[in-house]
């Protein structure tokens, strides 16, 4: 590029102006290349002498040069960072150095409006905060103060209570902020905010790693234990999380996702390059990790129950002691088995046990006899005896409505199987059953109306039941906690519960418990769902609670089996459409906010500088 | 990495960007510096061959403008906290004036005004090619450009920069005019 003379301004606009002009215009920003250099060698020898090598020293903001540390610590972000950071996460020396100390008594004049990230990093830290104090009031109530390395321990407590002194009452106000807007809303939505606050932590922690001041080796002591806490911890609390959103996954996910990502991030910042090894800390953290999701490992593999886990049940069901609340469960399960067309269960064992109650204890509930009647237990009993040692009435006597049809069934059966029944008697015993199908809202209003189908099917007068059937739908809607019209004089138990909505725990179509959602659903599958019962909500609450979720090692309870069977026989007697895959995510959302908290916590630790040995 | 190495291929284009960006000359001297050595002490942590261009003039030039906006920010606070503080923020973000330290005024003067008025892609190119002769090579490196690329925008940024100068030249036509009826010395040639 050679230079050309100058030239008058004016000329021909598609000729380029002269290079050399343009280098004129440019020499005030020219160095001299070597006092350049002097300087430039001269802040280097400074630099490398702060960090004592050639080696970048994490951990040492004089590694920075003249300006940039300057700038550093200039910085309103450092101090208001070091002001809410907990005990740990910077080094002590150099915030000692800075003037800074604790940091925390600039924290009430300091972090204002312009400390948002700061402030919005705050409840992260808070959470963090208040594991570090648990873990700490337990080591000293287990190992005492003369415990190994109790200086150092003490020094974190120091540290601690120092941290509390001068923050507690903003955690009290951020706590007492939460309860005000987060009252009655959902859970998902302190998640969120937990979720944004940890973002604006790793985006603090980031600026300190630039500056040298977080490394590596202690962000990912510092996560490993933190993720390690919320995992073992808040194990209850995502359990409720997931029952919340729907979630198809155990509740042991989550906690698993958190304890393994703990794990990572301590094996990340412990690892010894020079030795080849890692700190005694992230082997402690990797021994307990893997013990614990191997603890957790069926829950993780459990899915939703299915037909064969019912079979099971209810053919190990031992049927004593003889009490309605393990009856109910076992004779609803066993009540859809025999009607779901698979393989009949064998209640062999059932059987044998409830005669032999009932031969020594003549006070068994009615309802038990009834049960055991609609499964077909009483066959070939003596029922002459049954008859007269329970007082069966005869049914045919009055003309009034049958108020209890639950009991009502067994006297029924009983009758039906003495001397079967003629069509006039058949259709007097229906008359009396039809006059009891509630009116209106009231409780148990879905059980009997249940009861009532039950039996005028066995006394083959089902199809009487069809004219009612608006009516049943009424019973049905009117259950529904979703309609307006059931509020006020609705008794509150056994009716379906809680506003309609779509995916949480408080808004989702779910009935009160199991036994009048089995009643509902099976009401609607045999004489139709009512148009303001959304059956898709109902399914994915029956989807829901078919998860075996209360047994932390995998157990499972009756309950879930219910919802089970509740599942498909929704599937089978009603269509849905598919889910979207959106939809699908957002029900794993509670696994979703988990997983970016690791990664969130894995990746800062990973960009954060070694620690110089 | 070599200090040395990588203050000869990169001083020139370092100073051009920061002056391209607005820094004035001895901001732009002690950015380039501070650049310089923090990307030394964090060497470790550039991923690729050190001694390719293409990877480390981006990570310079990142550096650079990370540093140059904190730089701005930290004026702006300084500023803002203090009014009596003046600082030099240019009014154009491009191309700052120099103020005493240009000691040519003039003509000079008027390239700066019209290299501030450049599209920045121009400015960017014309500064850090012509400020100490860096080659086009190590100038598309750092910018990640085809060379052809720089090579085409220095041609246009030169067109333009001519035509800005004819421009501003037209306006200032009659206040010249006028002066230099009252200065002699300004008579002739323009330079």
């Given at each position: 590029m050679s230079s050309t003379t100058t030239e008058p301004?004016?000329?021909?606009?598609d000729e380029p102006v002269e290079e050399q002009r343009v280098r004129d215009a440019l020499e005030p920003w020219r160095v001299d290349p070597e006092a350049f250099n002097s300087s430039l060698a001269r802040r280097l020898a400074e630099a490398e002498e702060g960090s004592g090598g050639s080696e970048p020293d994490?951990?040492?903001?004089?590694?920075?040069?003249d300006g940039a540390r300057s700038r550093f610590w200039r910085s309103p972000l450092l101090q208001r960072a070091a002001a809410i950071l907990?005990?740990?996460?910077?080094h002590p020396d150099l915030l000692k150095s800075t003037g800074l100390?604790?940091?925390?008594?600039?924290l009430g004049k300091k972090i204002?409006?312009?400390g948002a990230p700061a402030l919005l990093a705050f409840p992260a830290v808070a959470i963090f905060v208040l594991g570090l104090t648990f873990v700490a009031a337990l080591r000293q109530a287990t190992l005492?103060?003369?415990?190994?390395g109790a200086d150092k321990d003490a020094n974190t407590d120091d540290q601690l209570r120092f941290w509390w002194k001068t923050n507690g009452r903003a955690v009290l106000l951020l706590a007492v902020a939460a309860i005000i807007v987060f009252?009655?809303?959902?859970?998902e939505a302190i998640l969120l905010m937990l979720l944004a606050s940890m973002i604006a932590l790793t985006w603090v922690l980031g600026k300190l790693q630039s500056a040298g001041l977080a490394t590596r080796e202690r962000l990912g002591e510092r996560w490993g234990g933190m993720l390690m806490q919320v995992g073992i911890f808040g194990m209850m609390l995502t359990n409720a999380l997931l029952r919340d959103s729907g979630?198809?996954?155990?509740?042991?996910w989550p906690a698993c996702v958190l304890i393994v990502g703990g794990t990572a991030c301590s094996l990340v910042g412990g690892w010894r390059p020079k030795s080849g090894g890692w700190t005694s800390q992230a082997k402690v953290h990797a021994v307990v990790s893997l013990g614990l999701v191997g603890m957790l490992y069926p829950s993780l593999r459990s899915a939703p129950t299915d037909r064969q886990r019912r079979l099971e049940y209810v053919e190990a069901?031992?049927?004593?002691?003889?009490n309605t609340a393990e009856w109910r469960p076992f004779a609803l399960l066993s009540y859809e088995l025999l009607r779901d067309g698979g393989r009949a269960p064998d209640l062999m064992r059932a059987e044998t046990n409830l005669l032999k109650a009932v031969r020594e204890d003549p006070k068994v509930s009615s309802y038990i006899l009834s049960d055991a009647a609609l499964l077909g237990i009483?066959?070939?009993?003596?029922l002459q005896e049954f008859a007269d040692r329970y007082g069966v009435?005869?049914?045919?006597?009055r003309d009034s409505a049958l108020r209890h049809p639950a009991q009502s069934y067994f006297d029924i059966f009983v009758r039906s199987r003495l001397a079967p029944l003629n069509d006039a008697e058949c259709d007097h015993v229906a008359d009396r059953l039809l006059l009891a199908l509630?009116?209106?809202?009231?409780?148990a209003a879905l059980e009997e109306t249940w009861w009532i189908q039950e039996c005028l099917r066995l006394v083959g007068?089902?199809?009487?039941l069809a004219p009612h059937r608006p009516r049943i739908r009424d019973i049905v809607a009117a259950s529904w906690?979703?309609?307006?019209?059931?509020?006020?004089?609705?008794?509150?138990?056994?009716t379906f519960v809680?506003?309609?909505?779509?995916?949480t725990r408080r808004n989702?179509?779910?009935?009160?418990?199991?036994e009048p959602t089995f009643y509902a659903v099976s009401l609607m599958a045999e004489h139709g769902a009512p148009s303001t019962v959304d059956l898709e909500r109902v399914a994915t609450a029956c989807r829901m609670e078919s998860i075996?979720?209360?047994?932390?090692?995998g157990g499972i309870d009756d309950t879930e089996l219910i919802y089970s069977a509740l599942w498909d026989r929704l599937n089978m007697d009603f269509e849905f459409p598919a889910e979207s895959l959106g939809i699908r995510i957002l029900r794993e959302r509670v696994l979703v906010g988990c997983a970016l908290l690791v990664v969130l916590c894995f990746v800062s630790t990973l960009r954060a500088p070694r620690q110089r040995a | 990495m070599e200090v040395q190495h990588l203050v000869d291929q990169f001083r020139g284009p370092l100073l051009g960007l920061l002056a391209s960006w607005g820094a004035s000359p001895a901001d732009a001297h002690d950015l380039a510096q501070d650049t310089l050595v923090e990307a030394y002490l964090a060497r470790?942590?550039?991923?690729?061959?050190?001694?390719?261009p293409r990877v480390v003039g981006p990570w310079l030039r990142g550096i650079a403008r990370n540093l140059h906006r904190a730089q701005i920010r930290r004026k702006g606070r300084e500023q803002a906290e203090?009014?009596?503080?003046?600082?030099?923020?240019?009014?154009?973000?491009?191309?700052?004036?120099?103020g005493d330290a240009d000691?040519?005024?003039?003509l000079s003067e008027e390239v700066r005004r019209a290299l501030g008025r450049l599209k920045p892609e121009f400015a960017t190119v014309l500064c850090m090619h012509y400020l100490e002769e860096t080659s086009v090579r190590t100038v598309a490196a750092m910018l990640e450009l085809p060379e052809k690329t720089v090579e085409g925008r220095l041609y246009r940024a030169r067109i333009e920069l001519r035509r800005l100068l004819e421009d501003s030249s037209a306006e200032s036509a009659p206040s010249r005019d006028r002066s230099s009826q009252n200065d002699p010395s300004t008579t002739g040639s323009e330079r």
């Amino acid at each position: 590029m050679s230079s050309t003379t100058t030239e008058p301004l004016r000329g021909p606009s598609d000729e380029p102006v002269e290079e050399q002009r343009v280098r004129d215009a440019l020499e005030p920003w020219r160095v001299d290349p070597e006092a350049f250099n002097s300087s430039l060698a001269r802040r280097l020898a400074e630099a490398e002498e702060g960090s004592g090598g050639s080696e970048p020293d994490a951990g040492n903001p004089r590694s920075l040069s003249d300006g940039a540390r300057s700038r550093f610590w200039r910085s309103p972000l450092l101090q208001r960072a070091a002001a809410i950071l907990p005990p740990g996460f910077l080094h002590p020396d150099l915030l000692k150095s800075t003037g800074l100390g604790g940091g925390a008594a600039v924290l009430g004049k300091k972090i204002g409006v312009k400390g948002a990230p700061a402030l919005l990093a705050f409840p992260a830290v808070a959470i963090f905060v208040l594991g570090l104090t648990f873990v700490a009031a337990l080591r000293q109530a287990t190992l005492g103060v003369n415990a190994k390395g109790a200086d150092k321990d003490a020094n974190t407590d120091d540290q601690l209570r120092f941290w509390w002194k001068t923050n507690g009452r903003a955690v009290l106000l951020l706590a007492v902020a939460a309860i005000i807007v987060f009252w009655g809303r959902p859970a998902e939505a302190i998640l969120l905010m937990l979720l944004a606050s940890m973002i604006a932590l790793t985006w603090v922690l980031g600026k300190l790693q630039s500056a040298g001041l977080a490394t590596r080796e202690r962000l990912g002591e510092r996560w490993g234990g933190m993720l390690m806490q919320v995992g073992i911890f808040g194990m209850m609390l995502t359990n409720a999380l997931l029952r919340d959103s729907g979630s198809n996954l155990h509740a042991a996910w989550p906690a698993c996702v958190l304890i393994v990502g703990g794990t990572a991030c301590s094996l990340v910042g412990g690892w010894r390059p020079k030795s080849g090894g890692w700190t005694s800390q992230a082997k402690v953290h990797a021994v307990v990790s893997l013990g614990l999701v191997g603890m957790l490992y069926p829950s993780l593999r459990s899915a939703p129950t299915d037909r064969q886990r019912r079979l099971e049940y209810v053919e190990a069901f031992q049927g004593i002691p003889l009490n309605t609340a393990e009856w109910r469960p076992f004779a609803l399960l066993s009540y859809e088995l025999l009607r779901d067309g698979g393989r009949a269960p064998d209640l062999m064992r059932a059987e044998t046990n409830l005669l032999k109650a009932v031969r020594e204890d003549p006070k068994v509930s009615s309802y038990i006899l009834s049960d055991a009647a609609l499964l077909g237990i009483f066959n070939g009993e003596p029922l002459q005896e049954f008859a007269d040692r329970y007082g069966v009435k005869n049914l045919l006597e009055r003309d009034s409505a049958l108020r209890h049809p639950a009991q009502s069934y067994f006297d029924i059966f009983v009758r039906s199987r003495l001397a079967p029944l003629n069509d006039a008697e058949c259709d007097h015993v229906a008359d009396r059953l039809l006059l009891a199908l509630p009116e209106g809202p009231k409780f148990a209003a879905l059980e009997e109306t249940w009861w009532i189908q039950e039996c005028l099917r066995l006394v083959g007068r089902l199809d009487r039941l069809a004219p009612h059937r608006p009516r049943i739908r009424d019973i049905v809607a009117a259950s529904w906690r979703g309609s307006a019209d059931s509020g006020g004089a609705t008794p509150p138990a056994r009716t379906f519960v809680d506003n309609p909505g779509f995916v949480t725990r408080r808004n989702l179509a779910r009935f009160f418990s199991d036994e009048p959602t089995f009643y509902a659903v099976s009401l609607m599958a045999e004489h139709g769902a009512p148009s303001t019962v959304d059956l898709e909500r109902v399914a994915t609450a029956c989807r829901m609670e078919s998860i075996p979720s209360h047994g932390w090692f995998g157990g499972i309870d009756d309950t879930e089996l219910i919802y089970s069977a509740l599942w498909d026989r929704l599937n089978m007697d009603f269509e849905f459409p598919a889910e979207s895959l959106g939809i699908r995510i957002l029900r794993e959302r509670v696994l979703v906010g988990c997983a970016l908290l690791v990664v969130l916590c894995f990746v800062s630790t990973l960009r954060a500088p070694r620690q110089r040995a | 990495m070599e200090v040395q190495h990588l203050v000869d291929q990169f001083r020139g284009p370092l100073l051009g960007l920061l002056a391209s960006w607005g820094a004035s000359p001895a901001d732009a001297h002690d950015l380039a510096q501070d650049t310089l050595v923090e990307a030394y002490l964090a060497r470790e942590r550039l991923r690729g061959d050190p001694g390719d261009p293409r990877v480390v003039g981006p990570w310079l030039r990142g550096i650079a403008r990370n540093l140059h906006r904190a730089q701005i920010r930290r004026k702006g606070r300084e500023q803002a906290e203090d009014p009596s503080v003046q600082q030099h923020i240019p009014a154009d973000p491009r191309i700052a004036d120099p103020g005493d330290a240009d000691s040519e005024g003039g003509l000079s003067e008027e390239v700066r005004r019209a290299l501030g008025r450049l599209k920045p892609e121009f400015a960017t190119v014309l500064c850090m090619h012509y400020l100490e002769e860096t080659s086009v090579r190590t100038v598309a490196a750092m910018l990640e450009l085809p060379e052809k690329t720089v090579e085409g925008r220095l041609y246009r940024a030169r067109i333009e920069l001519r035509r800005l100068l004819e421009d501003s030249s037209a306006e200032s036509a009659p206040s010249r005019d006028r002066s230099s009826q009252n200065d002699p010395s300004t008579t002739g040639s323009e330079r």
